[in-house]
Every structure is written in structure tokens, then in C-alpha cells.
Nanobody
Framework: VQLQAFGGGLVHAGGSLRLSCAASTRTFTTNNVMGWFRQAPGKEREFVAGITWTAGTRFYADSSVKDRFTISRDKAKNTVYLQMNSLNPEDTAVYYC???????????????WGQGTEVTVSS
């Protein structure tokens, strides 16, 4: 199982970014859920959004994220996306994609992780 996240960068407040997570085909033989997490400096890793690979059911951390971020997947490309709009400096973090067997929001429940991609939002 291999996950590779990319698409981070520097953006001004109010801007948008789309993160991508490319997964090896083998990922989905045992894992049906893909998630995005983020970790800001000095803080714990927190859940952002998740999606079931088969049905495409989405779930989010809370309303503030749900209103601005959208998770999606392209099964043909084995890729999960996180479209982030209306970014603010509080969104600054390293973003990670991860794979899990079930619908969870805790990092400990995810078995496989990508290397992370850094997002910096300037005010």
C-alpha cells in the first residue's frame, strides 16, 4: 500500500487549493475509506474529511470544514482529492492522506499514511 499526497503550497487568505492523494491499487483490496488529516505546528493531527471508496460517501470533521472543503475520489485514477476553498491562516498545516478499513475520524484507526503536503495560508 502506497499513498502519495501532493498539491500543497502557499496561498493568500480567501484562496483555494486542491490536494491530491494517489494510491496504489492494492490499497483498496483491504481499505475502503480514504481520509485527509492535518497537523499544525505544535498541535495534534486532526481529522478533516473522509470518503468511502466504493460508494463515495463523504464525511467531515465539522461544519466549518464541510462548508469550505470537499473531498472526492476518482476511482479510475486511484486518487482522492481535497478541494479547499476560502482558506484562512488557521488552515495552515501539513495535510496527510490515509487509508482505513472503516469510517473513522481518529488517526489511530488509519493504517496507512502518505508523506504529507504542506499548506501555508498567509493573511
Amino acid at each position: 500500500v502506497q499513498l502519495q499526497a501532493f498539491g500543497g503550497g502557499l496561498v493568500h487568505a480567501g484562496g483555494s487549493l486542491r490536494l491530491s492523494c494517489a494510491a496504489s491499487t492494492r490499497t483498496f483490496t483491504t481499505n475502503n475509506v480514504m481520509g485527509w488529516f492535518r497537523q499544525a505546528p505544535g498541535k495534534e493531527r486532526e481529522f478533516v474529511a473522509g470518503i468511502t471508496w466504493t460508494a463515495g460517501t463523504r464525511f467531515y470533521a465539522d461544519s466549518s470544514v464541510k462548508d469550505r472543503f470537499t473531498i472526492s475520489r476518482d476511482k479510475a485514477k486511484n486518487t482522492v482529492y481535497l478541494q479547499m476553498n476560502s482558506l484562512n491562516p488557521e488552515d495552515t498545516a501539513v495535510y496527510y492522506c490515509a487509508a482505513s478499513k472503516g469510517v473513522y475520524k481518529k488517526a489511530a484507526s488509519y493504517d496507512y499514511w502518505g508523506q504529507g503536503t504542506e499548506v501555508t495560508v498567509s493573511s
